[in-house]
């Protein structure tokens, strides 16, 4: 019987997992010899691939001077140095940096920020968050609260606050009209109490790879900051090249008043987030009474190591600009050619692509077990995928080559 107790799993019917030994680029390699291609970059995380050398490198050096330090007391040098490096890719007011250490903590510091900003101002009263369905923020209780209700939070459901859930039109025809008219009667209907929107920008990750066009996001970021809503963006799985730019918001030019990073910052070699708010924000903490302070922390907030991994990230961001930029281009291609073929295919409902990420929808039910059936058929010929319910999609490492990611889209051909 297994010891470990694994995420998202259903120990009950689990099949054994097979072990690791090392990865390195696209490749897992098992202990049974056998080499799988990470066609999901180990659950959106991993960027120009696995064990890349400058990451290695940056953190092998760091290791030897620097573990832990009590980011309360003191600060150090990869912290500093990696900020620097990221507000040259953020928008100038997006400027004061809260670490963490995973994606739903910074969600859960978001939404604190935005609710004790608003109160600090003397506006408690707005303190309701309007969120999306199908939308995925994390499983803290803060971050389920924002997410959609389903298998996922049901068992917890009283412990969750309430929230708005503005529903969204993404497949059908007129996705725009739909979209804003729910959007928009519930910003009229519910705007004083309302302290902020939180987003998954252009593409909805775990509710199922669901693309938004950038002129409704824009539209809807324009309505929210016309309200005086803070705008929150979750960028933890669309951050770093995911949607074809380094952050989906570099495709609209309304920008959000909370950023929420995590995943692909450091690469996906460590853990490490962060939520990042403007000047005005951070401006309504300021006081001499020590409860209006933000009172919140982590043992692990802002680890010397996972900063130098970041560091190290942003370094090859800013050196392989171009070439990134044309690799991203080319895997969106190469995924478009590839969908076609599914395209009329009788078992297919849907498919889609944007940046790296490509989709086929089968069908919509989480419950369904082609998730586990087609992950295991796709592993016994060298390729890891995990299907989202019925969703089907990849997101591979950026150093995909031309071999594996066709190898990978046969594999997918031959699941259907
Ligand atoms: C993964 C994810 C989270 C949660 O991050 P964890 O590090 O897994 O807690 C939040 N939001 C989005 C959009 C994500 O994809």
């Not at 459901?157 to 969204?168: A, G, M, T, W």
């Not at 970021?221 to 949607?243: H, N, P, Q, V």
Request: charged fraction near 25%; include cysteine; proline fraction near 4%.
């Amino acid at each position: 019987m297994s010891l470990i107790w694994r995420p998202f799993t259903q120990m009950q019917k689990a099949p054994p997992t097979p072990t690791v030994l090392k990865a390195k680029n696209t490749n897992l390699f098992l202990k049974n010899n056998k080499k799988v291609i990470d066609a999901i970059s180990s659950w959106w995380v991993i960027t120009h691939g696995h064990c890349k050398t400058e990451i290695v490198k940056a953190v092998q050096k760091t290791a030897k001077d620097l573990d832990q330090v009590l980011f309360a007391n003191f600060s150090h040098e990869k912290a500093e140095k990696l900020i620097k490096e990221l507000s040259k890719f953020l928008p100038k007011n997006l400027n004061k940096f809260f670490f963490s250490d995973n994606g739903s903590t910074a969600i859960e510091v978001a939404l604190k920020i935005a609710v004790q900003s608003f109160s600090q101002k003397g506006q408690a009263q707005k303190k309701e968050f309007l969120s999306f369905k199908n939308s995925y923020h994390g499983d803290t209780a803060g971050a389920m609260s924002v997410s959609a209700r389903g298998v996922f939070t049901k068992a917890y459901k009283r412990f969750l606050f309430p929230i708005h859930s503005c529903s969204q039109g993404q497949l059908s025809t007129d996705p725009d009209k739909m979209f804003y008219e729910d959007f928009e009667r519930k910003i009229e209907k519910h705007h004083k109490k309302l302290c902020a929107v939180i987003i998954e920008p252009l593409i909805q990750g775990a509710g199922g790879m669901i693309i938004w066009p950038p002129a409704v996001l824009e539209r809807i970021c324009r309505i929210a900051k016309a309200e005086g809503l803070y705008l929150i963006f979750d960028e933890i799985m669309t951050g770093f090249g995911r949607t074809g730019t380094l952050f989906a918001m570099d495709q609209i030019k309304t920008k959000p008043d909370i950023l929420c990073l995590s995943k692909g910052l450091t690469g996906g070699f460590l853990p490490l987030a962060l939520t990042i708010s403007t000047d005005n924000i951070y401006k309504d903490f300021l006081s001499q009474k020590k409860e209006k302070a933000l009172l919140h922390g982590h043992s692990f907030t802002g680890n010397p190591l996972s900063c130098s991994a970041a560091l190290a990230n942003l370094k090859l961001i800013q050196k392989n600009k171009f070439k990134l930029k044309n690799k991203w281009a080319w895997i969106e291609e190469t995924n478009k050619q590839r969908l076609a073929h599914f395209k009329k295919h009788p078992k297919v409902k849907d498919v889609r692509a944007k940046g790296v990420i490509a989709v086929i929808q089968k069908e919509s039910a989480y419950e369904s077990f082609f998730a586990e059936q087609a992950s295991q058929k796709a592993l016994r010929q060298g390729v890891f995928l995990r299907p989202l319910g019925g969703t089907l999609y990849i997101l591979p490492p950026y150093c995909i080559t031309k071999k594996e990611l066709h190898k990978v889209w046969d594999v997918i051909e031959s699941l259907f």
